[in-house]
């Protein structure tokens, strides 16, 4: 079965820091990989996600990650982070073929101080 | 679109009675939804995968008797949570699958079970 691992489970930032949360999975064949923000009191929200192309996927509110296949990573970006972008961030994982079904990570709690 | 609402939001019951959560898809018709648990400060953990017109597939270790799920329509999935027990405090999150391969996942806003 898949597995995703997120390394980083607090991770607290300055306005206008970079981000790059890290993301790796356990599986060989073929994955589709999500980033998924839930904002305190929200549902889950999809950023980005990546199936198949350019490595690079850009998401909204100016996150981006790329996907490494040999380092088996999905890390997700921010250039300069804003105290709204606090949340907890999720990586998420479906096996083509595997049923289809979301494989989570454990998240990460950001915490953006002004 | 593929938007999915989850009712309710918060719900306290009583030790050894039954509650009821909905998931409905409002804008398309989702023939495979989930079910997700969540507890605090920890990932989401699936629970059961919900098909239209047969009978859940639980994930290893939950309770299929206890977690009942139903669901009868294209629109509508519902779990049941039944004797529920303190243990069972939790925040239950559906999702619904849209789209075609590689799906695209929604997710509802969630509902907090208390049980006292």
């Known amino acids: 079965a898949q597995s995703v691992s997120q390394h980083n489970h607090h991770v607290i930032l300055s306005e206008a820091a970079s981000l790059e949360l890290g993301c790796n999975y356990s599986?060989?064949?073929?994955?589709?990989l999500f980033w998924y923000v839930q904002y305190p009191g929200q549902h889950l929200q999809l950023l980005l996600k990546y199936f198949s192309g350019d490595p690079l996927v850009k998401g909204i509110k100016g996150f981006e990650a790329e996907f490494i296949k040999s380092k088996f990573s999905f890390n997700l970006r921010k250039p300069s982070v804003q105290w709204s972008d606090t949340a907890e961030y999720f990586c998420a994982v479906t096996v083509t073929g595997g049923g289809n079904k979301l494989t989570f990570g454990t998240g990460t709690q950001l915490k953006v101080e002004l | 679109g593929a938007v999915v609402s989850q009712h309710p939001s918060r719900v306290i019951c009583k030790s050894g009675t039954s509650v009821k959560i909905e998931c409905r898809s409002l804008?398309?018709?989702?023939?495979?939804m989930f079910w997700y648990r969540q507890f605090p400060k920890q990932s989401l953990m699936l629970m059961a995968t919900s098909n239209e017109g047969s009978k859940a597939t639980y994930e290893q270790g939950v309770e299929k008797d206890k977690f009942l799920i139903n669901h009868a329509s294209l629109t509508l999935s519902t779990l049941t949570v039944t004797s529920a027990h303190p243990e069972d405090s939790s925040f239950y999150i559906c999702?619904?699958?849209?789209?075609?391969?590689?799906?695209?996942?929604?997710f509802g806003s969630g509902t907090r079970l208390t049980v006292v």
């Open positions: 804008d398309f018709q989702a023939t495979t």
């Open positions: 999702s619904a699958r849209f789209g075609r391969v590689p799906y695209g996942y929604t």
């Open positions: 599986y060989g064949g073929t994955v589709n």
